[in-house]
């Protein structure tokens, strides 16, 4: 008798290009659903950082860009944006059939094409809580990606949290001052609201469970609501009370706007960004 079982597709083998935060956010998350670590590939030039790939993936990443390089479908570049075009340089080479994925911060998918000599690129930006699972990154794709390209990239996003996609790159500048570098802002504030609580003579634990658990619950409130923040507002708002207080004195200060200009010096980082490291040929 014949056998007419036929062995299930292999997953699609990925190769990460950096070692570091983003790419262990990810790897993290693909290893989580199942996707093999044979099926994964690094290029990283730090000895520590390869050892912690191994000691927490089990993968042993290469220390430069080699044939392995080859069977990859998906090439993640989880560089620094100064970093990107000499190591794009030393692999191009080595990946001339597969799609790639960026998630440095700036840099164009114009500057990309021409590092890469390949137009099949897809921009991404994350941000740090795709390391516990509820990121969220923002995915623009350059023409030549098709709807194929695209699902696998959504396939290896959704493992860190949610995604959405934009129409124009420009837009990912806003991404990445609002949710890429956004994680900074609330640590910030969960920082002031710490000193505070201690300030008023809590402890320094106590003051920190205190905040996170705000943050927590009042996102986790936002999210689950039909109501829009400013309604959210009012409701914890007594009339003379305590947060008419605390508000007042943040409206009186200017902070919100404030708040907004630092965003917006954000996104221009992020122009600037492509024009020290996108613009050289
Ligand atoms: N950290 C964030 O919050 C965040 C959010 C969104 C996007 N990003 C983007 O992700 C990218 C990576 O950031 P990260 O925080 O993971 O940085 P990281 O420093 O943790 O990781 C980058 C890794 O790249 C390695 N590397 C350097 N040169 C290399 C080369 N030529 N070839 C291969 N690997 C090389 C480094 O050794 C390092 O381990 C950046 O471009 C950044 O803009 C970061």
Same mark, same amino acid.
């Given at each position: 008798?014949?056998?007419? *079982?036929?062995?299930?597709?292999?997953?699609?083998?990925?190769?990460?290009?950096?070692?570091?935060?983003?790419?262990?956010?990810?790897?993290?998350?693909?290893?989580?659903?199942?996707?093999?670590?044979?099926?994964?590939?690094?290029?990283?030039?730090? !000895?520590?950082?390869?050892?912690?790939?191994?000691? *927490?993936?089990?993968?042993?990443?290469?220390?430069?860009?080699?044939?392995?390089?080859?069977?990859?479908?998906?090439?993640?570049?989880?560089?620094?944006?100064?970093?990107?075009? !000499?190591?794009?340089?030393?692999?191009?080479?080595?990946?001339?059939?597969?799609?790639?994925?960026?998630?440095?911060?700036?840099?164009?998918?114009?500057?990309?094409?021409?590092?890469?000599?390949?137009?099949?690129?897809? *921009?991404?930006?994350?941000?740090?809580?795709?390391?516990?699972?509820?990121?969220?990154?923002?995915?623009?794709?350059?023409?030549?990606?098709?709807?194929?390209?695209?699902?696998?990239?959504?396939?290896?996003?959704?493992?860190?949290?949610?995604?959405?996609?934009? !129409?124009?790159?420009?837009?990912?500048?806003?991404?990445?001052?609002?949710?890429?570098?956004?994680?900074?802002?609330?640590?910030?504030?969960?920082?002031?609201?710490?000193?505070?609580?201690? !300030?008023?003579?809590?402890?320094?634990?106590?003051?920190?469970?205190?905040?996170?658990?705000?943050?927590?619950?009042?996102?986790?409130?936002?999210?689950?609501?039909?109501?829009?923040?400013?309604?959210?507002?009012? *409701?914890?708002?007594?009339?003379?009370?305590?947060?008419?207080?605390?508000?007042?004195?943040?409206?009186?200060?200017?902070?919100?706007?404030?708040?907004?200009?630092?965003?917006?010096?954000?996104?221009?980082?992020?122009?600037?960004?492509?024009?020290?490291?996108?613009?050289?040929?």
């Amino acid at each position: 008798m014949t056998d007419t *079982r036929t062995a299930p597709p292999q997953p699609p083998c990925i190769a990460f290009i950096g070692g570091g935060n983003m790419a262990s956010a990810l790897i993290g998350g693909l290893l989580g659903r199942g996707h093999p670590a044979s099926q994964i590939e690094v290029v990283e030039p730090w !000895d520590s950082a390869r050892d912690a790939l191994r000691q *927490r993936f089990g993968i042993d990443a290469q220390a430069h860009a080699g044939a392995p390089l080859a069977r990859a479908q998906l090439v993640v570049w989880a560089v620094k944006p100064q970093a990107f075009q !000499d190591a794009a340089q030393a692999t191009a080479a080595q990946v001339p059939q597969a799609l790639h994925l960026s998630v440095a911060a700036g840099i164009p998918t114009a500057s990309i094409a021409r590092w890469l000599g390949s137009e099949r690129i897809v *921009r991404a930006m994350p941000n740090t809580p795709a390391l516990v699972g509820k990121g969220i990154t923002g995915l623009f794709a350059a023409r030549a990606v098709d709807a194929q390209g695209r699902a696998l990239v959504e396939r290896v996003i959704a493992t860190t949290g949610q995604l959405v996609w934009v !129409d124009a790159e420009e837009q990912l500048d806003a991404v990445t001052a609002l949710s890429g570098s956004g994680p900074a802002y609330v640590f910030l504030f969960l920082q002031a609201m710490q000193q505070a609580g201690q !300030d008023m003579g809590l402890s320094a634990a106590q003051a920190y469970q205190l905040a996170v658990a705000t943050f927590q619950g009042a996102a986790e409130l936002a999210a689950r609501s039909d109501e829009g923040p400013e309604v959210l507002r009012q *409701r914890v708002t007594s009339k003379g009370g305590t947060t008419h207080a605390a508000i007042t004195h943040m409206q009186q200060q200017r902070i919100p706007e404030h708040f907004i200009a630092a965003m917006r010096a954000a996104e221009r980082r992020a122009r600037e960004l492509a024009q020290e490291f996108g613009a050289t040929p």
